[in-house]
């Protein structure tokens, strides 16, 4: 699957007639029913979403990217399996989702900084071993048992792009007889490697063709221009959302955690089913241990009081992680898994902590967008994110259903989003606080 995907962001590239480059005449430039701006899980989702509920519409997804392996591992809740069964007309898309997981079959939580004598913890792991030579086989047995139980699954985020990518193209294509590359003019759904430059709103005597706005990109391989002309638009491009940077009557969202996040992944090293969190730091720093993912070893986050500034470059990003961990006490066994784990990562991802406030307007301010997961409402890193990005889709394509691809079913899924979505992140809010000790 993954050379299929890579041929196809080829074709995506070569063939553009979802845009056009810029010419004293764009006469012939088609214009798009709908733009996602982000290929990420929450764009592809939308994606399968839109094609479900309005099968003749045209939709092209925007990418900065050329969808190469990046990410570190995410977990989806059961709200988020809920709202990908609905989004699933065949249950291929869940089967296969699951079949690239690796369950979690075990949770455990340790100090991030032991406090207790070296004596005392001695014995204590005398006793356990004492114990475990004393069980029966059938005890034994049944712990093994509860040991095989899966508590959450475990995916790459990559991966998770990957199984989304492949589907909505399918969806896509059977709903629109279209394709990405079929030479007939026809819309092409992916569009990677593009950089969103600006957004420009149409006045009406510009809109003969429906369309109210026009981007322009950049390509990042080859630095042409390129634009194309929209109706509606869909921002799914993160907590750092280019289109809400843009469009000027749009208001920062984002409320500072000061918190600095560091997340990897050690390919070579197992976590064998097992969550390890790190809290209770009176300092502040937290970290966890996961799963990575399907033949991905583990995946690790490390989460501390705000660095000045950020890493301008992976040595740079790396001394500042090791920094963190090396809190944890430099002869303690705790500081030497973190450490090995990342000298195991080939690139240290470091970004800063944000949340939603939702004392800012939920709704855009502009007629024909919205915004679908972390770019309307980023929450701190406790699994939820992916999950409430899906429900967002499902949402969206009940009401696409029921108005049509319009102003009206964009309001409605604003209008339907803001409480549960609030109600959640609070309850986030509440448990990371006592957690990762955001209020001392």
């Known amino acids: 699957m993954t050379k299929t995907i890579a041929l196809l962001a080829l074709f995506a590239i070569a063939n553009s007639s979802a845009f056009s480059a810029r010419t004293e005449n764009n006469s012939r ?12 899980p929450a764009g592809l989702a939308t994606a399968i979403a839109i094609s479900n509920s309005s099968p003749s519409s045209s939709i092209a ?8 392996p990046k990410g570190a591992s995410i977990q989806i809740s059961g709200l988020g399996w809920k709202s990908i069964d609905a989004l699933d007309g065949d249950g291929l898309l869940m ?40 069980l029966s086989k059938v005890k034994r047995k049944v712990m093994k048992t509860m040991a095989s139980r899966v508590i959450t699954r475990v995916h790459l985020w990559h991966d998770v792009r990957l199984i989304l990518c492949e589907h909505a193209k399918n969806q896509y294509c059977g709903c629109n007889n279209a ?15 593009l950089h969103l ?4 709103p149409l006045l009406p005597s510009e809109q003969e063709d429906g369309a109210r706005y026009l981007l322009s990109f950049k390509n990042m391989i080859s630095g042409e221009e390129l634009e194309a002309r929209v109706k509606h638009i869909v921002a799914c491009d993160g907590i750092k959302s280019k289109v809400r940077s843009i469009l000027p009557n749009e208001p920062d969202v984002l409320l500072a955690e000061n918190k600095s996040v560091w997340r990897g992944l050690a390919p070579s090293i197992s976590t064998s089913g097992m969550a390890t969190f790190y809290g209770g730091n009176d300092a502040g720093q937290s970290g966890l241990i996961f799963p990575g993912g399907k033949n991905a070893g583990s995946s690790w986050t490390v ?10 470059s992976e040595e740079e990003s790396r001394s500042r992680v090791l920094k963190v961990v090396k809190t944890m006490g430099k002869d303690s066994d705790n500081f030497k898994l ?3 784990l990342i000298d195991d990562t080939s690139s240290v991802i470091e970004s800063k902590l944000h949340v939603r406030d939702f004392e800012k307007p939920w709704e855009s301010a502009y007629d024909g967008i919205i915004f679908v997961g972390d770019s309307a409402h980023p929450v701190r890193p406790t699994g939820e994110g992916t999950a409430l ?9 009940t009401v696409i259903s029921k108005f049509g691809l319009s102003d009206k079913a964009f309001r409605e899924y604003e209008s339907e989003r803001y409480e549960p979505v609030k109600i959640i992140s609070e309850k986030i809010n509440q448990s990371a606080r006592s957690f990762y000790k955001t209020d001392r």
């Open 29 to 40: 430039q088609q214009c798009i029913d709908c733009a996602i701006v982000g290929g990420g």
């Open 61 to 68: 997804i925007f990418e900065r990217d050329q969808f190469q």
């Open 95 to 134: 089967k296969k989702l699951k079949e690239s997981s690796v369950k979690v079959t075990s949770v455990d939580f340790k100090p991030w900084k032991k406090k207790e004598d070296q004596a005392i913890v001695g014995r204590r792991a005398r006793l356990r071993d004492f114990l475990t030579k004393r």
């Open 179 to 193: 394709g990405d590359n079929n030479g007939d003019g026809s819309q092409p759904l992916l569009n990677l490697g």
């Open 197 to 200: 430059e600006n957004i420009q």
């Open 303 to 312: 989460i501390s009081d705000v660095e000045d500034q950020r890493s301008n």
């Open 338 to 340: 973190f450490k090995q």
């Open 389 to 397: 990005a899906f429900e967002d889709a499902t949402v969206l394509m």
